[in-house]
């Protein structure tokens, strides 16, 4: 199971770019990574998923280099309301079918945007 | 319609007690998820549900019951709980396992 890592915590302003990097050095290649957002009393809400190179939504882009090790979610210019925990999850979209150990929450990236 | 609900919203019970939390999903969704979050940690996988039939148990204590009676529906019964099994239990559903869809969590305290 792919481990990752990810800032406890990061500081920014409205309008800034934020970019929060996540580490998975043991990614396995049915891997897909993903990244869910979570407001405090409400459930992780899904923001953008990839597998490689970028990926882009109307919400954020997700960068992730040709060996895959790590992974960037960015933010473009973000508001009070983008203030949350951010998880990044690696896993086997398939997992419930082949059996393998089912995606595991990391300890996320708590962000705090100031006015 | 891309909600996945949850019944109670919040949840007081003795540790004697037996209640129930429900989870409803009408996506069509082939999986169901129970997880339970405690303060400032991420949540915990607690069961998985393919195909209504159980296929992931994380080891969870025997006081939790999970019940999926149709595809739609998933239940977590309770029984003898603990304070410390005090958190706020999510429960998602997914068609690709990665892309999940939560609920907004029942808030239970055990006291």
């Given amino acids: ?115 | 319609d891309t909600e996945v609900t949850q019944t109670p919203k919040h949840l007081v019970m003795g540790m004697t007690n037996k209640k129930s939390l429900k989870c409803e999903q009408h996506m069509g969704h082939r999986a169901m998820y129970w997880y339970k979050q405690k303060a400032k940690k991420p949540p915990e996988l607690m069961f998985v549900y393919s195909y209504e039939k159980l296929s992931i148990n994380e080891s969870v204590p025997s006081r939790f019951s999970p019940e999926c009676p149709n595809s739609s529906l998933l239940n977590l019964h309770l029984h003898a709980l603990q304070p410390e099994d005090s958190a706020l239990y999510l429960c998602a559903s997914s068609q690709t396992d990665s892309l999940q869809y939560f609920g907004p969590g029942t808030r239970l305290t055990v006291t």
């Fill in chain 1, 1 to 115: 199971l792919a481990k990752t890592t990810q800032p406890i915590s990061m500081d920014s302003y409205e309008g800034q770019e934020v970019n929060i990097t996540c580490s998975h050095n043991n990614i396995a290649t049915n891997d897909y990574i993903t990244w869910y957002q979570q407001f405090p009393s409400q459930g992780p809400r899904f923001i953008i998923q990839g597998y490689k190179t970028k990926v882009t939504n109307e919400v954020a882009s997700l960068f992730i280099p040709a060996d895959r090790k790590s992974s960037t979610l960015s933010l473009p210019r973000v508001s009070l309301s983008d203030t949350a925990v951010y998880y990044c999850l690696v896993g086997d979209p398939l997992f419930v079918d082949t059996g393998r150990r089912a995606l595991t929450f990391g300890s996320g990236t708590r962000l705090q945007v100031q006015p």
